[in-house]
């Protein structure tokens, strides 16, 4: 039964509400993609619904995390109180409630990876490959505040916790690890259409792909195939753009509309990855794991209300930043991949904000956590950022030739 507009939801409700918008959002794409691939004549209302379902999920999605956030707070206060010391009576009461606490950290935790999962369409992000234009821009925001969200209640329940509750922060940090994970497959699947749909628009415009002929020694090669989402919407497009007549169809009509297409989507991965890597660049250097401006800048003031002092922050890494320093972090960086400049350089001031916050935790000789985050930050950078970047640099600034000998 529906709770009464008074009611405040609890973690299970939260849990709940969430799980149905995903089950909605499915329900809602699944029917577009049929009218949408029958040609029927609802296939842009059905369209619109699917857009409105997502937004609405994706708002959920959001709005649960920031529930887990707060959750985490709630839990450092209490377990801050208790510490303060108490009398029996008030001691028993305190560790029911952070029983409780304790419950509604998981319950949120778990239900923001599984609604996330489910937005983006599990670990080959098939929802986010099917969708375009809105509702991948909508997607790709809600997983960025989620890995900002759920970084930031990682931070709260290991300062809570200590070192007598490592079970709780081993779970947050999986918690975490299973959104950063669909973020950077977000970011994969961005990447790869972008490097396909420019293969493809340079070959059509070589004329490979046309009624311009060759010589077999002067035929460029084709370009890798489309993956099945990208064939399925480009082929979309040439029956939208035989179906309109008009100008379109006099100039040149599907294959003018594949080129549009290809440039189109190519255009919409570039300007989503540029977004993606400055929002996580801003996350990365706050390393905090999260939007702390609503902490305490009094370190008796923090210590009371569970929180961080902002003094402290700088020399925190966020929990997750040395999973975004990945592989495809590295692709964006190298030179065998036609990414442009300006996407490189937000690239690299993502890798140059995690080598200093790691550097910076890393001088925390006292801090054994922060020593051991900012070594799994410097072994990622080792492994796969610096060695693009070494082959950008060759790329860009080839070494002179050897002197000749004699």
Known sequence: DALPISASPDADDLADWTARAGDAVDTAERAAGDESAGGGSDAAAATRLADAELAACAAYVVFVARRWRDAAAEFASGRAVNRAGADAEVEGSNGVEDAERRRALRVLGDATATALARLVGGDGAIAFRRRSGAARAATLRATLRVVEHASAAAVRVKTASGTGDTELGDWSASVVGAVTTNAVTVFAVLGQEFCLLHEHARWRASGAGGDVLHDDDDAPSPPPPLTPELETALARAAANASTTGGVAEDRAGPTAADSDFLLERMEECHVLLLHALNALRRHVSSASGGDHRSESRDPAEAAASGGVTRGALPFVVAP??????????????????????????????????????ARRAANRAEDTESVAEARAVAEALRDHAWPALRFLLEADHPAPPPPPAG
Do not use: M
């Open 320 to 357: 997750g930043v040395a999973a975004l320093i990945s592989p495809t972090t590295a692709a964006f960086l190298h030179p065998r991949f036609p990414f442009r400049t300006k996407l490189r350089r937000r690239a690299l001031r993502l890798v140059a904000a995690a080598a200093t916050v």
